[in-house]
Protein backbone atom coordinates (compact mmCIF):
# COMPACT_ATOMS: atom_id res chain seq x y z
CA UNK A 1 0.00 0.00 0.00
CA UNK A 2 1.37 3.80 -0.73
CA UNK A 3 0.22 4.63 2.38
CA UNK A 4 -1.73 7.92 3.43
CA UNK A 5 -1.23 10.21 0.47
CA UNK A 6 -1.58 14.09 0.67
CA UNK A 7 -1.46 16.77 -2.12
CA UNK A 8 0.07 19.07 -2.50
CA UNK A 9 3.13 18.93 -0.57
CA UNK A 10 3.55 22.63 -0.71
CA UNK A 11 0.91 25.46 -1.08
CA UNK A 12 1.75 29.38 -1.40
CA UNK A 13 -1.23 31.04 -1.06
CA UNK A 14 -1.79 34.91 -1.02
CA UNK A 15 -3.94 36.30 2.00
CA UNK A 16 -7.54 35.83 1.12
CA UNK A 17 -7.57 33.13 -1.00
CA UNK A 18 -9.14 29.70 -1.11
CA UNK A 19 -7.00 26.88 -0.53
CA UNK A 20 -8.21 23.47 -0.77
CA UNK A 21 -6.20 20.25 1.08
CA UNK A 22 -6.71 16.64 -0.29
CA UNK A 23 -5.94 13.08 1.53
CA UNK A 24 -6.36 9.37 0.22
CA UNK A 25 -6.34 7.59 3.12
CA UNK A 26 -5.06 3.71 3.27
CA UNK A 27 -7.79 1.66 1.55
CA UNK A 28 -9.81 -0.36 3.93
CA UNK A 29 -9.37 2.04 7.02
CA UNK A 30 -12.32 3.67 8.57
CA UNK A 31 -10.72 6.85 10.61
CA UNK A 32 -9.57 9.69 8.47
CA UNK A 33 -8.04 12.68 10.72
CA UNK A 34 -6.45 16.04 9.83
CA UNK A 35 -3.99 17.61 12.20
CA UNK A 36 -2.19 21.16 12.04
CA UNK A 37 1.29 21.32 13.38
CA UNK A 38 2.99 24.66 14.21
CA UNK A 39 6.01 25.32 16.76
CA UNK A 40 3.30 27.36 18.80
CA UNK A 41 0.48 24.82 19.33
CA UNK A 42 2.42 21.59 18.31
CA UNK A 43 0.19 19.16 16.87
CA UNK A 44 -3.91 19.96 17.05
CA UNK A 45 -6.43 17.62 15.74
CA UNK A 46 -8.96 19.75 13.50
CA UNK A 47 -11.57 17.09 12.75
CA UNK A 48 -11.93 12.85 12.14
CA UNK A 49 -14.20 11.18 10.35
CA UNK A 50 -15.17 7.83 10.91
CA UNK A 51 -17.05 5.71 7.63
CA UNK A 52 -16.86 9.36 6.55
CA UNK A 53 -18.93 10.94 9.22
CA UNK A 54 -17.75 14.00 11.11
CA UNK A 55 -17.28 12.83 14.52
CA UNK A 56 -15.25 15.80 16.36
CA UNK A 57 -15.00 18.60 14.43
CA UNK A 58 -14.14 21.10 17.71
CA UNK A 59 -10.99 21.75 16.66
CA UNK A 60 -11.92 23.39 13.13
CA UNK A 61 -10.54 26.72 14.49
CA UNK A 62 -13.23 28.86 12.91
CA UNK A 63 -15.80 28.94 10.20
CA UNK A 64 -13.00 29.86 7.56
CA UNK A 65 -12.31 25.82 7.72
CA UNK A 66 -14.22 23.38 6.31
CA UNK A 67 -13.90 19.74 5.42
CA UNK A 68 -15.93 16.81 3.61
CA UNK A 69 -15.37 12.91 3.09
CA UNK A 70 -17.28 12.68 0.09
CA UNK A 71 -16.12 8.41 0.04
CA UNK A 72 -14.08 6.33 1.76
CA UNK A 73 -10.82 7.35 -0.74
CA UNK A 74 -11.46 10.77 -0.45
CA UNK A 75 -11.26 14.03 2.26
CA UNK A 76 -10.59 17.72 1.41
CA UNK A 77 -9.73 20.21 4.48
CA UNK A 78 -11.04 23.79 2.89
CA UNK A 79 -9.67 27.28 4.15
CA UNK A 80 -11.45 29.95 2.80
CA UNK A 81 -10.30 32.84 3.07
CA UNK A 82 -6.96 32.19 4.00
CA UNK A 83 -4.78 34.38 6.61
CA UNK A 84 -1.35 34.40 7.34
CA UNK A 85 -1.97 32.52 10.63
CA UNK A 86 -3.06 29.54 8.76
CA UNK A 87 0.37 28.58 7.91
CA UNK A 88 1.42 25.38 8.93
CA UNK A 89 2.22 22.27 8.19
CA UNK A 90 -1.07 20.13 7.61
CA UNK A 91 -1.44 15.97 8.15
CA UNK A 92 -4.13 13.49 7.53
CA UNK A 93 -3.60 10.40 9.38
CA UNK A 94 -5.98 7.22 9.12
CA UNK A 95 -6.23 4.13 11.27
CA UNK A 96 -8.89 1.07 11.13
CA UNK A 97 -11.29 0.74 13.82
CA UNK A 98 -12.53 -2.37 15.02
CA UNK A 99 -11.64 -4.43 18.18
CA UNK A 100 -8.76 -2.57 20.22
CA UNK A 101 -7.11 0.53 18.95
CA UNK A 102 -4.87 0.91 15.72
CA UNK A 103 -1.99 2.91 14.82
CA UNK A 104 -2.96 5.72 13.05
CA UNK A 105 -0.37 5.88 9.83
CA UNK A 106 0.05 9.92 8.34
CA UNK A 107 0.72 11.21 5.25
CA UNK A 108 4.07 13.82 4.84
CA UNK A 109 1.74 16.92 5.03
CA UNK A 110 1.29 19.57 3.11
CA UNK A 111 2.94 22.80 4.43
CA UNK A 112 0.96 25.61 3.55
CA UNK A 113 1.81 29.37 3.65
CA UNK A 114 -0.10 32.27 3.49
CA UNK A 115 1.45 35.40 2.85
CA UNK B 1 -10.41 15.47 29.07
CA UNK B 2 -7.40 13.86 28.03
CA UNK B 3 -3.92 15.34 27.92
CA UNK B 4 -0.12 14.09 27.81
CA UNK B 5 2.93 15.44 29.23
CA UNK B 6 6.47 15.62 27.87
CA UNK B 7 9.77 16.36 28.73
CA UNK B 8 10.84 19.62 27.54
CA UNK B 9 13.64 19.56 24.85
CA UNK B 10 16.13 19.72 23.13
CA UNK B 11 17.94 16.87 24.41
CA UNK B 12 21.27 16.45 23.51
CA UNK B 13 23.35 13.25 23.88
CA UNK B 14 26.78 12.25 22.59
CA UNK B 15 26.83 8.46 20.39
CA UNK B 16 25.78 5.51 22.65
CA UNK B 17 24.22 7.31 25.29
CA UNK B 18 21.11 6.47 27.06
CA UNK B 19 18.14 7.97 26.66
CA UNK B 20 15.27 8.77 28.79
CA UNK B 21 12.09 10.94 27.45
CA UNK B 22 9.19 11.13 30.35
CA UNK B 23 5.73 11.08 29.61
CA UNK B 24 2.80 11.17 31.84
CA UNK B 25 -0.90 11.36 30.64
CA UNK B 26 -4.45 12.27 31.86
CA UNK B 27 -7.57 9.94 30.22
CA UNK B 28 -10.28 8.81 31.10
CA UNK B 29 -10.73 5.09 31.22
CA UNK B 30 -7.84 2.45 29.83
CA UNK B 31 -6.36 4.61 26.98
CA UNK B 32 -3.78 3.60 24.70
CA UNK B 33 -0.39 4.64 24.52
CA UNK B 34 2.02 5.36 21.45
CA UNK B 35 5.52 6.95 20.80
CA UNK B 36 5.96 8.46 17.04
CA UNK B 37 9.15 9.72 15.64
CA UNK B 38 9.05 12.14 13.24
CA UNK B 39 12.22 13.09 11.00
CA UNK B 40 12.95 16.42 9.52
CA UNK B 41 10.67 17.38 6.57
CA UNK B 42 8.49 13.99 7.53
CA UNK B 43 5.29 12.76 8.25
CA UNK B 44 5.13 11.27 11.73
CA UNK B 45 5.42 7.54 11.99
CA UNK B 46 4.63 5.17 14.78
CA UNK B 47 7.64 3.78 16.84
CA UNK B 48 5.94 1.57 19.56
CA UNK B 49 3.02 1.06 21.53
CA UNK B 50 1.38 -0.15 24.19
CA UNK B 51 -2.38 -1.08 24.50
CA UNK B 52 -2.80 -1.97 28.16
CA UNK B 53 -1.04 -2.01 31.76
CA UNK B 54 2.24 -3.56 31.83
CA UNK B 55 2.64 -3.59 28.35
CA UNK B 56 5.59 -3.30 27.02
CA UNK B 57 6.64 -1.59 23.80
CA UNK B 58 9.61 -2.00 21.61
CA UNK B 59 10.67 -0.88 18.47
CA UNK B 60 14.47 -0.50 16.88
CA UNK B 61 15.81 -0.74 20.26
CA UNK B 62 13.56 1.65 22.16
CA UNK B 63 11.27 0.66 24.56
CA UNK B 64 8.30 2.47 26.81
CA UNK B 65 6.62 0.50 29.27
CA UNK B 66 2.51 1.17 29.96
CA UNK B 67 2.42 2.11 33.95
CA UNK B 68 -1.08 2.82 34.84
CA UNK B 69 -0.11 3.26 38.97
CA UNK B 70 2.12 6.05 37.99
CA UNK B 71 0.26 7.17 34.40
CA UNK B 72 3.28 7.18 32.50
CA UNK B 73 4.91 5.95 29.29
CA UNK B 74 8.37 6.72 29.59
CA UNK B 75 10.89 6.10 26.83
CA UNK B 76 14.27 4.57 26.98
CA UNK B 77 17.14 3.56 24.45
CA UNK B 78 20.17 2.21 25.72
CA UNK B 79 22.92 3.41 23.24
CA UNK B 80 21.54 6.15 20.91
CA UNK B 81 23.11 6.82 17.35
CA UNK B 82 23.00 9.87 15.07
CA UNK B 83 20.33 8.29 12.80
CA UNK B 84 17.97 8.75 16.20
CA UNK B 85 17.80 12.19 15.98
CA UNK B 86 14.46 13.48 15.29
CA UNK B 87 11.66 14.78 17.33
CA UNK B 88 9.64 12.23 19.47
CA UNK B 89 5.89 12.49 20.70
CA UNK B 90 4.07 10.74 23.46
CA UNK B 91 0.62 10.19 22.58
CA UNK B 92 -2.70 8.40 23.73
CA UNK B 93 -6.14 7.60 22.64
CA UNK B 94 -9.14 5.94 23.44
CA UNK B 95 -11.05 2.86 22.33
CA UNK B 96 -14.91 4.23 22.03
CA UNK B 97 -15.60 6.01 18.44
CA UNK B 98 -15.91 9.04 20.44
CA UNK B 99 -12.27 8.99 21.48
CA UNK B 100 -10.09 7.64 19.12
CA UNK B 101 -8.34 10.57 17.98
CA UNK B 102 -4.41 10.71 19.22
CA UNK B 103 -4.00 13.27 21.63
CA UNK B 104 -0.15 14.25 21.37
CA UNK B 105 2.27 15.58 24.09
CA UNK B 106 4.62 19.62 23.03
CA UNK B 107 7.43 16.83 21.18
CA UNK B 108 10.92 16.30 22.49
CA UNK B 109 13.51 17.05 20.04
CA UNK B 110 16.92 14.76 20.37
CA UNK B 111 19.78 15.83 19.36
CA UNK B 112 22.68 12.90 18.93
CA UNK B 113 26.22 13.75 18.61
CA UNK B 114 29.06 11.83 16.71
Known amino acids: DAGVIQSPRHEVTEMGQEVTLRCKPI?????LFWYRQTMMRGLELLIY????????DSGMPEDRFSAKMPNASFSTLKIQPSEPRDSAVYFC?????????????FGQGTRLTVV | GNSVTQMEGPVTLSEEAFLTINCTYT??????LFWYVQYPGEGLQLLLK?????DKGSNKGFEATYRKETTSFHLEKGSVQVSDSAVYFC?????????????FGSGTRLQVQP
Open chain 1, 27 to 31: SGHDY
Open chain 2, 50 to 54: ATKAD
Open chain 1, 49 to 56: FNNNVPID
Open chain 2, 91 to 103: ALSGMDTGRRALT
Open chain 1, 93 to 105: ASSLGGKGVTEAF
Open chain 2, 27 to 32: ATGYPS
